[in-house]
């Protein structure tokens, strides 16, 4: 069950690569202004999550046909979010890195912490189904 919902959200679909231009648009954007805020609301727009939980949960089950699944849906996904982020750079008329994009080029080890933390409630969610109660689990009594 739980396999199943990790695989069906890790998949390359249309929903994801339409999810990708858009965050990856939100992000860029987001930069260019220096607005922290937007730069928040893209990580939550993206659905990378669902290819990165599916690559941890296939590489654990040692399921080599989904690894590649995610690997692939990864490596476009990355590839878009690169394109639309070069396209709208050239775009933009501005020529000088605002401050948002300057605290992106020296990551700290706080900033590996947050990623850690992330990592760690995006897995615990798709574990137990995004906090709707296991059906793996009975329920209380009334």
């Not at 069950?1 to 990856?24: E, F, K, P, Q």
């Not at 690559?55 to 590839?79: P, Q």
Request: no cysteine; net charge positive; proline share 8%.
């Amino acid at each position: 069950m739980v396999a199943l919902s990790v695989y069906d959200n890790g998949g390359l679909t249309g929903r994801y690569l339409m999810m990708t231009v858009i965050s990856a648009a939100i992000a860029a954007l987001g930069l260019m202004l220096g607005s922290p805020a937007v730069v928040i609301g893209a990580m939550l727009v993206s659905p990378m999550m669902g290819p990165i939980v599916a690559l941890g949960f296939s590489l654990a089950l040692l399921d080599w046909e989904e690894l590649k699944r995610a690997v692939k849906a990864l490596a476009v996904g990355v590839g878009l979010a690169l394109a639309v982020a070069i396209l709208l750079t050239l775009l933009s008329p501005l020529k000088e890195p605002t401050s948002e994009i300057l605290a992106r080029t020296r990551p700290n080890f706080f900033d590996l912490l947050i990623a850690v933390f992330s990592g760690v409630a995006g897995a615990y969610a798709v574990i137990r189904q995004r906090g709707k109660p296991s059906s793996a689990w009975p329920s209380p009594p009334p």
